[in-house]
């Protein structure tokens, strides 16, 4: 690479995390004008990485230098003021701010005359931003608490992007958009490469990375393990670069024709919520995997709500093979009902709670003898389920927030391998997951249906329907549209044809 | 349709039904002592003054915190302001108030940010010595105005203190940073942090806010009631509560973007209630209660979280 060319230059960059090495003495360089793809299992530390870099987290040691110039940041601001800006997974915009206060915070200083603000003109200058940007539809004057998630993951691009860093970090972004979304997205990203910046583009999508990134750099365990160009290498390539073996064919389940039981576990009747969906009716079998795809606004997350009793306005009958009736989350979870949510962080686990809490707290009542819990059994039966599901943990009262997405989900799913729940209700069970714990999550669905249970799994990867359900429903604006049942024959165009 | 349920019009309205509805219904219960103009302007008068003090409050409450002083602070800043009108005359008066609020703000962000511990326990154990200091300050003695330092007492001096005060937060909230970062540090406080926002700086500004508008309170309480006396052992908790009561309407009408009306209106539909309920010759616990209910009934018809979503 030559020198001159070369934008970003990360050396020895070291980051711990109690005892935890998120980032071991990483090194790597960016040059001008490039999309630079950053990948690597959940808790490979690409986003400890990025974070350093723009200001949320201190470096331990090592030294970022960005056109020639060391940074020292201490916050985003002043990562936004060297020319490095950061578009985060998970909401980043404030409730309680107008959408330009959102765009211009922190950065309020050219709209500032003797301390007193000029509220029109900044109002005005975001505007004509978002004008620019191709959101007309969101009012620059306008509460943000009045746009949806994806529109205000379209101020944060604003927001990231409009004082034209040298450097764009895009972590985890493209799950929250729709499709119009994403192509506004990527082609931002194109234009800062054309301009001569360059963009770290995080994702767990290899199709996508190899689609959209010219470079794309491998970290593993923290450590950094290669740069390759994406044109001389496939999905394959890049899985055995991130896990360190190959993982080839265990993927998905193998089986075909397995004949599923006739027994009805859960029959869901004419389930309608207002606006959401309408009508549905299905039943679930013992020892089945039923999966539900469609678009992402199609109603499929809400089906997962409705059948655990999460839906205030639900109407229509969930009911189990012993006639009990669920009509809420308590009636469901007693009745062995388990839902892990799409959104995880806020519907699914208790960010400041303990591994332990979280995973017991469901099975309380079983746990407790006269209603006294005993802190040993509590650690032992969490301790139990956190090893089974192999969670990357310092120990069971290791904070949840501190751990890596995949691991998140691996305590919500021991959480309720620990209830013994006969039925699972999975929303994206492995959403913003690496490879490693995907494959671990499909090997426990699969032990599960072997074991007779059942499992609902609703996902917007079409791959992953394909390859672990027994029966498919597609939805469509809110009702089912399409059937499928488990075939070798059966491909993505089918799925698509009824989803649009 | 959805745009105008979010403007600022549709809350005004909003604010204005509540209105006609309480006068209406006290109105037709008790046609002859209640409601005429002149009623009406007394009750609107006396809450101002608890307006002035919601406006302050709500730059902290909007952060999360919450001060439990404010009461003991009406009362130290009123005494001081007396004690030095005594000598300098007006001028003593309202620096006496204004400055002696604002030190106490100060002291209160101060030890806050110091001491790490949540607002509550702050301001509950400096309530207690604001209210001895209050005591020692005063000498044990009814502090009297003057009669001839008594301007804020009633029209137009109340009137015109209390309005420079509204168009001072209004101010504050639409053309200064303070009031984006008083929302953004209540929004989500480590984001606030990443985009650079001194955290402190601004509850500590906050703080200092509230306790000024305290002051400007102060000089309305003691040139409406004309005498203050200090009191201990938590009296001054009361006090309190009038001026959080609008502030909780200017929060849950933050969303239409007009606090301070919504503060303002808020503290006028309590006043138009609880005179509604003294025309009526209720007792004044049956008034308490309510008071306590109706804005309970307001705030939840008007800001309540979404069925099923998570309210704390």
Same mark, same amino acid.
């Given at each position: ?500 | ?87 300098? @005359?007006?001028?003593? =008066? !309202?620096?006496?108030?204004? %400055? ?6 100060? *002291? /209160? #962000? &101060? ?74 540090? @209540?929004?989500?406080? =480590? !984001?606030?942090?990443?985009? %650079? ?6 509850? *500590? /500004? #906050? &703080? ?92 939840? *018809? ?11």
């Amino acid at each position: 690479m030559n020198s001159e060319n070369i934008l970003l230059k990360a050396e020895g960059i070291d980051k711990h995390f109690g005892i935890t090495h998120a980032v071991d003495h990483v090194s790597l360089n960016i040059s001008r004008g490039e999309i630079r793809a950053l990948i690597g299992e959940n808790g490979s530390g690409k986003s400890t990485f990025c974070q350093m870099l723009c200001g949320i987290y201190k470096k331990d040691s090592g030294t970022f230098t960005l056109d020639g110039q060391v940074m020292n940041v201490k916050n985003q601001v002043e990562a936004n003021n060297m020319g490095v800006s950061i578009i985060v997974q998970e909401m980043g915009t404030l409730s309680g701010l107008s959408v330009a206060e959102n765009i211009f915070l922190g950065h309020e200083n050219p709209f500032m005359h003797r301390g007193i603000k000029n509220t029109r003109a900044m109002i005005h200058e975001a505007q004509r931003l978002l004008d620019e940007y191709g959101f007309k539809n969101i009012r620059a004057g306008s509460m943000i608490d009045n746009y949806k998630f994806e529109d205000r993951k379209l101020v944060e691009i604003v927001k990231a992007t409009y004082m034209k860093p040298k450097i764009l970090i895009v972590d985890e972004t493209t799950t929250a958009l729709s499709q119009h979304g994403r192509r506004e997205l990527y082609n931002i990203m194109n234009a800062v490469r054309d301009d001569g910046r360059s963009v770290i583009f995080i994702s767990h999508d290899l199709g996508e990375v190899l689609e959209h990134c010219d470079t794309i750099s491998i970290l593993r365990d923290g450590e950094y393990i290669d740069t390759v160009n994406a044109s001389d290498v496939n999905e394959d390539d890049l899985k055995r670069l991130m896990v360190g073996r190959d993982i080839g064919s265990a993927y998905y389940r193998t089986d075909y024709g397995r004949e599923i039981s006739s027994e009805v576990v859960m029959s869901v009747r004419d389930v309608s919520v207002p606006g959401q969906i309408e009508n549905i009716s299905f039943d679930l079998h013992r020892g089945e995997i039923l999966g539900f795809g469609g678009l992402s606004e199609c109603g499929m997350h809400e089906v997962g709500k409705a059948v655990f009793g999460a839906s205030w306005d639900r109407k229509g009958n969930v009911t189990l093979s012993y006639g009990v009736e669920i009509n809420s989350i308590p009636q469901a979870i007693y009745h062995s009902v388990a839902y892990a949510s799409k959104d995880r962080d806020n519907e699914s686990i208790i960010l400041n709670e303990s591994i332990r809490n979280n995973i017991v707290l469901p099975s309380l009542n079983n746990l407790a003898n006269k209603h006294i819990l005993s802190r040993r059994k509590l650690n032992r039966f969490a301790k139990e389920f956190a090893d089974k599901m192999q969670t990357k943990m310092q120990g069971i009262h290791q904070f949840v927030s501190d751990l890596s997405g995949g691991n998140k989900q691996k305590v919500v799913l021991a959480r309720w391998l620990g209830k013994g729940s006969d039925i699972l209700v999975l929303d994206s069970p492995t959403r913003g997951i690496d490879i490693k714990v995907k494959q671990a999550i499909y090997a426990l669905m699969s032990e599960l249906i072997a074991q007779g249970k059942s499992i609902i799994m609703i996902s917007e990867e079409i791959p992953e329907l394909l390859g672990m359900s027994d029966r498919i429903l597609i939805m469509k604006d809110g009702k089912i549209n399409g059937e499928f049942m488990r075939s070798e024959s059966l491909n993505e165009e089918d799925l698509i044809a009824k989803m649009v | 349709m959805q745009n105008f349920k979010n403007s600022k019009l549709f809350g005004f309205m909003i604010l204005a039904v509540m209105v006609l509805f309480f006068y209406a219904l006290f109105k037709f219960l008790t046609p002859t002592n209640f409601g005429s103009p002149a009623n009406l302007y007394s009750y609107f008068q006396s809450s101002i003054i608890y307006s002035v003090g919601g406006c302050g409050l709500y730059f902290i409450v909007v952060m999360g915190l919450f001060d439990f002083a404010v009461g003991a602070n009406i009362v130290l800043s009123s005494i001081v302001g007396v004690i030095l009108s005594e000598k300098f @005359g007006y001028i003593g =008066f !309202i620096v006496g108030c204004l %400055g002696c609020g604002t030190l106490i703000g100060l *002291l /209160i #962000g &101060f030890l806050y940010n110091q001491l790490n511990v949540p607002s509550m326990i702050v301001t509950v154990g400096l309530m207690l010595v604001f209210e001895s200091l209050a005591v020692f300050v005063a000498g044990g003695v009814k502090q009297t105005l003057d009669p001839s330092l008594r301007f804020f007492s009633g029209a137009p001096g109340n009137i015109i203190l209390a309005f420079l005060a509204f168009a001072l937060m209004w101010f504050i909230l639409n053309y200064t940073k303070i009031g984006t970062y008083c929302n953004a540090i @209540g929004s989500n406080e =480590f !984001i606030a942090k990443n985009m %650079g926002i001194d955290v402190k700086k601004y509850k *500590l /500004i #906050g &703080f200092m806010l509230l306790h000024f508008f305290v002051g400007i309170m102060a000089v309305l309480t003691v040139s409406y009631g004309t005498t203050m006396t200090a009191l201990t052992g938590m009296s001054t908790m009361s006090r309190n509560f009038q001026p959080l009561m609008g502030t909780f309407f200017g929060v849950a009408f933050r969303k239409y973007g007009n606090p301070i009306s919504a503060i303002v209106i808020g503290e006028f539909i309590i006043a138009i209630i609880f005179n509604g309920f003294v025309a009526l010759g209720a007792p004044t616990t049956i008034q308490n209660v309510v008071t306590g209910v109706a804005l309970l009934l307001i705030v939840t *018809l008007t800001a309540r979280g979404k069925r099923g979503s998570v309210v704390k």
